[in-house]
């Protein structure tokens, strides 16, 4: 019983946050959610391979390889291969990129700024501790 009432509220969860369209965030940003992922993971380094990128999001490499190919195609990133080890791909936000980056930042802030403050103070605490657990079993699957 309480396994159908987590699935129901992480199902709810997903719909009710935006993660199931494709086009917007579920900050409003006009990039899909692994889009935005990705920019924000790009955004902490100065540059990354396709495998560190892959393993990140936890996703598939070839999943991966498509997203920075759209990425690529709109001007976001920049897709290098490695000299030393050619089957090394390596990825940057490019000028565009960190622009991008930098406006959806700007999003995300505002859209958790909301959230939180919708929260009282005693349930967001609670809330925050909820997730790292789920996310410390999710990591141990």
């Given at each position: 019983?309480?396994?159908?009432?987590?699935?129901?509220?992480?199902?709810?969860?997903?719909?009710?946050?935006?993660?199931?369209?494709?086009?917007?965030?579920?900050?409003?940003?006009?990039?899909?959610?692994?889009?935005?992922?990705?920019?924000?993971?790009?955004?902490?380094?100065?540059?990354?391979?396709?495998?560190?990128?892959?393993?990140?999001?936890?996703?598939?490499?070839?999943?991966?390889?498509?997203?920075?190919?759209?990425?690529?195609?709109?001007?976001?990133?920049?897709?290098?291969?490695?000299?030393?080890?050619?089957?090394?791909?390596?990825?940057?936000?490019?000028?565009?990129?960190?622009?991008?980056?930098?406006?959806?930042?700007?999003?995300?802030?505002?859209?958790?700024?909301?959230?939180?403050?919708?929260?009282?103070?005693?349930?967001?605490?609670?809330i925050i501790e909820a997730?790292?657990?789920?996310?410390?079993?999710?990591?141990?699957?």
């Amino acid at each position: 019983m309480d396994e159908k009432v987590l699935q129901h509220q992480i199902q709810e969860f997903t719909r009710r946050f935006g993660l199931l369209t494709q086009d917007i965030t579920p900050c409003n940003y006009p990039l899909s959610p692994s889009q935005a992922h990705a920019l924000q993971v790009l955004g902490q380094s100065e540059h990354i391979t396709l495998q560190m990128l892959a393993t990140q999001l936890h996703l598939d490499k070839s999943t991966v390889s498509r997203l920075v190919t759209q990425l690529v195609e709109y001007g976001l990133v920049w897709r290098t291969v490695n000299q030393e080890n050619r089957r090394e791909i390596h990825i940057a936000l490019s000028e565009r990129g960190h622009v991008v980056l930098d406006e959806l930042l700007v999003a995300v802030e505002a859209k958790f700024h909301l959230l939180w403050t919708r929260l009282s103070q005693e349930k967001g605490p609670q809330i925050i501790e909820a997730l790292a657990l789920l996310n410390e079993v999710l990591w141990e699957e």
